[in-house]
Protein backbone atom coordinates (compact mmCIF):
# COMPACT_ATOMS: atom_id res chain seq x y z
CA UNK A 1 0.00 0.00 0.00
CA UNK A 2 1.39 3.37 -0.68
CA UNK A 3 1.94 5.81 1.74
CA UNK A 4 0.08 9.63 1.26
CA UNK A 5 2.32 12.03 1.46
CA UNK A 6 2.11 15.87 1.39
CA UNK A 7 4.02 17.95 -1.40
CA UNK A 8 7.54 17.90 -0.45
CA UNK A 9 7.74 21.22 0.56
CA UNK A 10 5.20 21.38 2.91
CA UNK A 11 7.31 19.38 5.32
CA UNK A 12 10.14 21.75 4.98
CA UNK A 13 7.83 24.38 7.03
CA UNK A 14 8.40 24.93 10.29
CA UNK A 15 4.83 26.16 12.01
CA UNK A 16 4.90 29.87 12.62
CA UNK A 17 4.47 30.18 16.42
CA UNK A 18 2.30 32.84 17.65
CA UNK A 19 3.15 34.90 20.87
CA UNK A 20 2.28 33.40 23.63
CA UNK A 21 -0.97 34.21 25.68
CA UNK A 22 -0.69 32.16 28.79
CA UNK A 23 1.85 30.98 31.47
CA UNK A 24 1.24 28.48 34.11
CA UNK A 25 0.37 29.72 37.52
CA UNK A 26 -1.07 33.38 35.91
CA UNK A 27 -4.97 34.03 35.38
CA UNK A 28 -3.94 37.42 33.93
CA UNK A 29 -0.52 37.56 32.50
CA UNK A 30 0.88 40.78 30.63
CA UNK A 31 0.72 40.07 27.34
CA UNK A 32 3.92 42.15 25.41
CA UNK A 33 4.07 39.66 22.88
CA UNK A 34 1.94 40.07 19.58
CA UNK A 35 1.98 43.77 19.05
CA UNK A 36 -1.77 44.01 19.91
CA UNK A 37 -3.10 47.48 21.10
CA UNK A 38 -3.15 47.84 24.86
CA UNK A 39 -6.37 50.22 24.52
CA UNK A 40 -8.35 47.58 23.33
CA UNK A 41 -11.22 48.31 20.53
CA UNK A 42 -13.78 51.32 20.14
CA UNK A 43 -16.64 51.40 22.38
CA UNK A 44 -18.79 51.57 19.23
CA UNK A 45 -17.04 48.20 18.09
CA UNK A 46 -18.83 46.87 20.90
CA UNK A 47 -21.94 48.55 20.18
CA UNK A 48 -21.69 47.33 16.51
CA UNK A 49 -21.19 43.74 17.82
CA UNK A 50 -24.22 43.83 19.98
CA UNK A 51 -26.41 44.83 17.12
CA UNK A 52 -25.80 41.46 15.45
CA UNK A 53 -26.60 39.14 18.14
CA UNK A 54 -29.95 37.88 16.40
CA UNK A 55 -28.20 37.71 12.85
CA UNK A 56 -25.48 35.38 13.36
CA UNK A 57 -27.67 32.74 11.47
CA UNK A 58 -27.05 35.39 7.95
CA UNK A 59 -24.12 34.46 6.20
CA UNK A 60 -21.66 37.50 5.76
CA UNK A 61 -21.70 39.30 2.64
CA UNK A 62 -18.75 37.72 0.80
CA UNK A 63 -17.57 40.94 -1.01
CA UNK A 64 -17.63 42.92 2.60
CA UNK A 65 -19.63 46.07 0.13
CA UNK A 66 -20.05 48.26 3.24
CA UNK A 67 -16.28 47.78 4.55
CA UNK A 68 -14.84 47.99 1.32
CA UNK A 69 -17.18 51.29 1.23
CA UNK A 70 -16.14 52.92 4.49
CA UNK A 71 -12.29 51.87 3.58
CA UNK A 72 -12.28 53.51 0.51
CA UNK A 73 -13.81 56.78 2.01
CA UNK A 74 -11.60 56.50 5.09
CA UNK A 75 -8.29 56.54 2.49
CA UNK A 76 -9.87 58.51 -0.13
CA UNK A 77 -9.42 55.31 -2.72
CA UNK A 78 -11.43 53.06 -5.05
CA UNK A 79 -13.70 50.70 -3.11
CA UNK A 80 -13.48 48.24 -6.03
CA UNK A 81 -10.02 48.19 -5.70
CA UNK A 82 -10.02 46.57 -2.45
CA UNK A 83 -10.43 43.10 -1.16
CA UNK A 84 -10.85 42.17 2.34
CA UNK A 85 -9.42 38.77 3.92
CA UNK A 86 -9.13 37.25 7.32
CA UNK A 87 -6.49 38.95 8.63
CA UNK A 88 -4.05 40.41 6.10
CA UNK A 89 -1.51 37.18 6.57
CA UNK A 90 -4.77 35.39 4.59
CA UNK A 91 -4.11 38.27 1.58
CA UNK A 92 -0.27 37.04 1.62
CA UNK A 93 -0.98 33.72 1.63
CA UNK A 94 -3.39 34.14 -1.46
CA UNK A 95 -1.02 36.24 -3.52
CA UNK A 96 1.72 33.71 -3.69
CA UNK A 97 -0.32 30.56 -4.36
CA UNK A 98 -2.20 33.29 -7.18
CA UNK A 99 1.43 34.25 -8.61
CA UNK A 100 4.02 32.07 -8.12
CA UNK A 101 5.13 28.00 -7.54
CA UNK A 102 7.33 25.22 -7.77
CA UNK A 103 10.30 26.81 -9.94
CA UNK A 104 9.79 29.98 -8.22
CA UNK A 105 11.39 32.47 -6.13
CA UNK A 106 9.61 34.69 -3.52
CA UNK A 107 12.24 37.70 -2.13
CA UNK A 108 12.12 39.21 0.75
CA UNK A 109 14.49 41.11 3.43
CA UNK A 110 16.36 39.43 5.88
CA UNK A 111 14.63 39.99 9.42
CA UNK A 112 10.96 40.51 7.48
CA UNK A 113 7.91 38.77 8.70
CA UNK A 114 8.14 35.07 9.09
CA UNK A 115 4.89 34.64 7.22
CA UNK A 116 6.47 35.57 3.68
CA UNK A 117 8.81 32.35 4.01
CA UNK A 118 5.80 30.23 4.87
CA UNK A 119 3.85 31.33 2.02
CA UNK A 120 6.22 30.58 -0.54
CA UNK A 121 6.93 27.01 0.69
CA UNK A 122 3.08 26.24 1.02
CA UNK A 123 3.09 27.02 -2.50
CA UNK A 124 6.02 25.41 -3.71
CA UNK A 125 8.23 28.12 -4.28
CA UNK A 126 11.74 29.01 -2.93
CA UNK A 127 11.83 31.69 -0.49
CA UNK A 128 14.90 33.95 -0.95
CA UNK A 129 16.37 35.84 2.02
CA UNK A 130 18.06 39.12 0.76
CA UNK A 131 20.77 39.95 3.45
CA UNK A 132 20.12 43.15 5.32
CA UNK A 133 21.64 44.98 8.45
CA UNK A 134 18.85 44.88 11.58
CA UNK A 135 18.77 48.45 11.81
CA UNK A 136 18.13 49.22 7.42
CA UNK A 137 16.83 47.66 4.78
CA UNK A 138 18.75 48.45 1.72
CA UNK A 139 16.69 48.27 -1.24
CA UNK A 140 19.90 48.31 -3.65
CA UNK A 141 20.69 44.79 -1.58
CA UNK A 142 17.02 43.77 -2.83
CA UNK A 143 17.25 44.42 -6.22
CA UNK A 144 20.54 42.75 -6.71
CA UNK A 145 18.89 39.54 -5.76
CA UNK A 146 16.01 39.46 -7.95
CA UNK A 147 16.34 37.11 -10.49
CA UNK A 148 14.91 36.13 -13.74
CA UNK A 149 12.52 33.55 -11.22
CA UNK A 150 11.30 36.00 -9.19
CA UNK A 151 7.75 36.31 -8.87
CA UNK A 152 7.11 38.29 -5.38
CA UNK A 153 8.99 41.05 -3.64
CA UNK A 154 7.43 41.27 0.30
CA UNK A 155 8.54 44.44 2.22
CA UNK A 156 7.34 45.71 5.58
CA UNK A 157 6.81 49.00 6.02
CA UNK A 158 6.99 49.61 8.81
CA UNK A 159 9.17 46.34 9.79
CA UNK A 160 8.40 43.28 11.58
CA UNK A 161 9.77 42.52 14.01
CA UNK A 162 12.70 45.64 14.03
CA UNK A 163 10.03 48.28 13.90
CA UNK A 164 12.16 50.24 11.37
CA UNK A 165 10.59 51.77 8.50
CA UNK A 166 11.62 52.99 4.60
CA UNK A 167 11.15 56.50 3.15
CA UNK A 168 8.78 57.10 0.64
CA UNK A 169 11.62 57.52 -1.61
CA UNK A 170 12.89 54.34 -1.43
CA UNK A 171 9.35 52.92 -1.95
CA UNK A 172 9.20 54.05 -5.17
CA UNK A 173 12.79 53.34 -6.46
CA UNK A 174 12.31 49.85 -5.62
CA UNK A 175 9.30 50.13 -7.82
CA UNK A 176 10.76 51.82 -10.54
CA UNK A 177 13.60 49.38 -11.00
CA UNK A 178 11.82 46.28 -10.63
CA UNK A 179 10.90 43.78 -13.40
CA UNK A 180 7.34 44.77 -14.33
CA UNK A 181 6.83 40.81 -14.28
CA UNK A 182 7.71 40.73 -10.60
CA UNK A 183 4.44 41.69 -8.00
CA UNK A 184 5.33 44.17 -5.30
CA UNK A 185 3.70 43.40 -2.43
CA UNK A 186 3.88 46.43 0.10
CA UNK A 187 2.59 44.73 4.15
CA UNK A 188 1.79 48.40 5.81
CA UNK A 189 -0.03 46.55 9.55
CA UNK A 190 1.71 49.44 11.22
CA UNK A 191 1.22 52.13 9.34
CA UNK A 192 -1.55 53.79 11.46
CA UNK A 193 1.16 54.64 13.80
CA UNK A 194 3.86 56.35 11.46
CA UNK A 195 3.66 59.73 11.17
CA UNK A 196 7.57 60.66 10.19
CA UNK A 197 7.39 63.17 7.18
CA UNK A 198 9.27 61.05 4.66
CA UNK A 199 7.02 58.10 5.12
CA UNK A 200 3.77 57.47 2.90
CA UNK A 201 1.85 54.85 1.96
CA UNK A 202 2.15 53.04 -1.35
CA UNK A 203 -1.28 52.98 -2.27
CA UNK A 204 -0.38 55.85 -4.61
CA UNK A 205 1.51 53.40 -6.44
CA UNK A 206 -1.15 50.99 -6.86
CA UNK A 207 -2.70 53.23 -9.43
CA UNK A 208 0.01 54.67 -11.10
CA UNK A 209 2.11 51.12 -11.65
CA UNK A 210 1.90 48.38 -14.32
CA UNK A 211 -0.78 46.65 -12.19
CA UNK A 212 2.05 45.17 -10.27
CA UNK A 213 2.04 46.69 -6.91
CA UNK A 214 -0.14 45.83 -4.19
CA UNK A 215 -0.56 47.53 -0.26
CA UNK A 216 -1.60 44.95 2.18
CA UNK A 217 -3.41 46.41 5.85
CA UNK A 218 -4.76 45.00 8.88
CA UNK A 219 -7.13 45.93 11.53
CA UNK A 220 -5.21 44.08 14.11
CA UNK A 221 -2.82 46.09 15.52
CA UNK A 222 -4.06 50.09 15.75
CA UNK A 223 -7.66 49.82 15.70
CA UNK A 224 -7.43 46.44 18.22
CA UNK A 225 -9.41 44.14 16.60
CA UNK A 226 -6.97 41.72 16.66
CA UNK A 227 -9.14 38.49 17.49
CA UNK A 228 -11.87 39.15 14.25
CA UNK A 229 -9.45 38.71 11.84
CA UNK A 230 -9.80 41.17 9.39
CA UNK A 231 -7.31 42.56 6.86
CA UNK A 232 -8.04 44.05 3.69
CA UNK A 233 -5.87 45.25 0.25
CA UNK A 234 -5.65 47.60 -2.01
CA UNK A 235 -4.82 45.93 -5.62
CA UNK A 236 -4.93 47.03 -9.12
CA UNK A 237 -7.95 45.34 -10.89
CA UNK A 238 -6.37 42.42 -12.49
CA UNK A 239 -5.21 41.43 -9.42
CA UNK A 240 -8.36 41.85 -7.68
CA UNK A 241 -10.14 39.59 -10.66
CA UNK A 242 -7.33 37.11 -9.46
CA UNK A 243 -7.70 36.64 -6.36
CA UNK A 244 -11.62 36.89 -6.10
CA UNK A 245 -11.28 33.73 -8.24
CA UNK A 246 -9.33 32.20 -5.43
CA UNK A 247 -10.07 33.80 -1.81
CA UNK A 248 -12.51 32.15 0.33
CA UNK A 249 -16.32 32.53 -0.19
CA UNK A 250 -17.37 34.35 3.41
CA UNK A 251 -13.31 35.36 4.47
CA UNK A 252 -14.72 37.87 6.86
CA UNK A 253 -17.38 37.38 9.56
CA UNK A 254 -20.51 39.80 9.50
CA UNK A 255 -18.99 40.38 12.98
CA UNK A 256 -15.57 41.44 11.61
CA UNK A 257 -16.86 43.70 9.22
CA UNK A 258 -19.40 45.79 11.37
CA UNK A 259 -16.61 45.92 13.88
CA UNK A 260 -13.86 47.38 11.41
CA UNK A 261 -16.37 49.96 10.00
CA UNK A 262 -16.92 51.17 13.56
CA UNK A 263 -13.34 51.21 14.43
CA UNK A 264 -13.01 53.36 10.98
CA UNK A 265 -15.81 55.77 12.46
CA UNK A 266 -14.22 56.31 15.60
CA UNK A 267 -11.08 58.33 14.47
CA UNK A 268 -10.91 59.79 18.15
CA UNK A 269 -10.22 56.23 19.52
CA UNK A 270 -7.62 55.54 16.60
CA UNK A 271 -5.86 58.93 17.67
CA UNK A 272 -5.62 57.74 21.09
CA UNK A 273 -4.33 55.00 20.58
CA UNK A 274 -1.45 56.17 18.12
CA UNK A 275 -1.06 58.81 21.42
CA UNK A 276 -0.79 56.43 23.77
CA UNK A 277 2.41 54.87 21.49
CA UNK A 278 4.00 58.05 21.09
CA UNK A 279 4.19 59.03 25.09
CA UNK A 280 5.33 54.79 25.88
CA UNK A 281 7.41 53.87 23.15
CA UNK A 282 9.77 56.63 23.81
CA UNK A 283 9.53 55.90 27.25
CA UNK A 284 10.55 52.06 26.80
CA UNK A 285 13.23 52.50 24.54
CA UNK A 286 14.65 54.94 27.22
CA UNK A 287 14.14 52.57 30.07
CA UNK A 288 15.56 49.87 28.07
CA UNK A 289 18.38 51.78 27.08
CA UNK A 290 19.13 52.46 30.81
CA UNK A 291 19.61 48.97 31.69
CA UNK A 292 22.48 49.10 29.05
CA UNK A 293 19.63 47.04 26.49
CA UNK A 294 20.27 48.23 22.75
CA UNK A 295 16.64 49.24 21.24
CA UNK A 296 16.34 49.16 17.78
CA UNK A 297 15.03 52.47 16.70
CA UNK A 298 11.17 51.81 15.72
CA UNK A 299 7.54 53.65 14.49
CA UNK A 300 5.85 50.59 15.03
CA UNK A 301 4.11 49.29 18.73
CA UNK A 302 6.92 47.24 19.91
CA UNK A 303 10.82 47.72 20.36
CA UNK A 304 13.29 45.09 19.98
CA UNK A 305 15.30 45.11 22.58
CA UNK A 306 18.95 43.92 22.03
CA UNK A 307 20.87 42.22 24.79
CA UNK A 308 24.50 42.41 25.18
CA UNK A 309 24.90 38.89 26.52
CA UNK A 310 23.39 37.46 23.68
CA UNK A 311 21.33 34.83 23.21
CA UNK A 312 21.76 32.78 26.53
CA UNK A 313 21.13 36.42 28.10
CA UNK A 314 18.07 37.24 25.99
CA UNK A 315 17.00 33.70 27.19
CA UNK A 316 17.58 34.05 30.73
CA UNK A 317 15.86 37.30 30.47
CA UNK A 318 12.54 36.29 28.43
CA UNK A 319 12.49 33.58 31.90
CA UNK A 320 12.81 35.88 34.66
CA UNK A 321 9.63 38.16 32.79
CA UNK A 322 7.51 34.94 32.22
CA UNK A 323 7.97 34.16 36.47
CA UNK A 324 7.02 37.44 36.79
CA UNK A 325 4.23 36.79 34.36
CA UNK A 326 5.39 39.13 31.67
CA UNK A 327 4.76 38.01 28.16
CA UNK A 328 7.34 39.14 25.94
CA UNK A 329 8.83 37.33 22.36
CA UNK A 330 12.03 35.81 21.42
CA UNK A 331 12.65 36.43 17.75
CA UNK A 332 15.43 33.60 17.44
CA UNK A 333 13.29 32.29 14.51
CA UNK A 334 14.12 35.42 13.00
CA UNK A 335 17.29 34.63 13.20
CA UNK A 336 17.78 37.24 16.28
CA UNK A 337 18.48 35.10 19.58
CA UNK A 338 20.21 37.81 21.48
CA UNK A 339 16.99 40.08 21.10
CA UNK A 340 13.39 40.06 22.59
CA UNK A 341 10.43 42.08 20.99
CA UNK A 342 8.23 44.11 23.50
CA UNK A 343 5.16 45.55 22.59
CA UNK A 344 3.80 48.78 23.90
CA UNK A 345 1.27 47.80 26.77
CA UNK A 346 -0.43 50.01 29.36
CA UNK A 347 0.89 52.19 31.73
CA UNK A 348 0.96 49.80 34.68
CA UNK A 349 2.28 46.80 31.97
CA UNK A 350 5.32 48.68 30.76
CA UNK A 351 6.44 49.78 34.58
CA UNK A 352 5.84 46.50 35.49
CA UNK A 353 8.48 44.86 32.53
CA UNK A 354 10.93 47.37 33.61
CA UNK A 355 11.04 46.72 37.17
CA UNK A 356 11.14 43.14 36.46
CA UNK A 357 14.05 43.75 34.13
CA UNK A 358 15.70 45.73 36.72
CA UNK A 359 15.12 43.20 39.20
CA UNK A 360 16.86 41.06 36.49
CA UNK A 361 20.38 43.23 35.75
CA UNK A 362 20.07 43.62 40.21
CA UNK A 363 19.28 46.42 40.66
Not at 62 to 83: C, E, S, Y
Not at 99 to 109: I, K, M, N, S
Request: net charge neutral; glycine share 6%; aromatic share 8%.
Amino acid sequence: MNALYPRPAILDITPYKPGESRIPGFVEPIKLASNESPLGPSPKVRDAIAAQMDRLHLYPDGDATALRQAIAARHDIKPDNIVCTAGSEQMLHLLVRAYAGPGDEVLYPRYGFLVYALAAKSAGATPVEAPQAVDHTDIDVILNHVTARTRIVFLANPNNPTGTYLPAVDIRRLRENLPREVLMVVDEAYAEYVDRPDYESAMPLVENSDNNVVVTRTFSKAYGLAALRVGWTYCPPPVVDVIRRIRYSFAVTTLGQVSAIAALGDRDHLARAKAHNDAWLPWLTAELEALDIKVTPSVANFALAHFRGGAEEAKAADAHLRRDGIIVRPVAGYGLPQCLRITVGREHENRKLIDSLKQFRGL
